[in-house]
């Protein structure tokens, strides 16, 4: 796989800031002609930089005010277990994010809901019922702040 080089970095950067953005207006930006631009955005997504454009919703204005990230381990933690258990909670409509990691955790759940009530209800009547939970712990997120606009590393390329 080709690295990615100073004009697929900027149109990447200019695609991140509005994913909208016309071929023309990313063009203009990065200083190429919009053939040149519309080129590399296919050569970016053919390569599987570019996955998809992802719909940034207001949660708190759709009913979600309350975030919260939930530390779930898992016993046993088997493979048909860990797995089984991910595709469960990534399925569940409060559900905005599956990390599974290591250390004491085997999961981070990030979800959104309408109130504490709610999430009470998520923890109780749902996580601790599956068999396979052997612990949780659940931390309020007061804030969560992304950064949209993360760029390629320069030494690694793509390999």
């Known amino acids: 796989m080709a690295p990615m080089d100073e004009l697929d970095a900027a149109i990447l950067r200019e695609l991140q800031s509005d994913a909208r953005k016309t071929n023309r207006d990313v063009a203009a930006t990065v200083g190429v002609s919009p053939t040149t631009a519309l080129d590399r955005t296919r050569g970016l997504r053919r390569r ?8 940034d919703v ?14 779930i381990r898992v016993r046993p933690p ?4 860990i797995e089984g258990f991910r595709d469960w909670v990534a399925a569940l409509p409060d559900t905005l994010g599956v990390y599974v ?6 999961f981070i759940v990030h979800v959104a809901v309408p109130d ?3 999430l009470y209800a998520f923890v109780i009547d749902r996580l601790t019922e599956r068999p396979e939970v052997a612990d949780v712990r659940t931390s309020i997120v007061y804030e969560h ?7 390629p590393c320069h030494s690694t390329g793509t390999e």
């Open 48 to 55: 599987g930089v570019i996955r998809g454009a992802i719909l």
């Open 58 to 71: 207001d949660l708190a204005l759709i009913g979600r005010p309350v975030q919260a990230l939930i530390a």
């Open 78 to 81: 088997s493979r048909r277990n």
């Open 101 to 106: 990691t290591t250390g004491s955790e085997d």
């Open 116 to 118: 504490n009530t709610s």
């Open 145 to 151: 702040i992304r950064n949209n606009r993360i760029a």
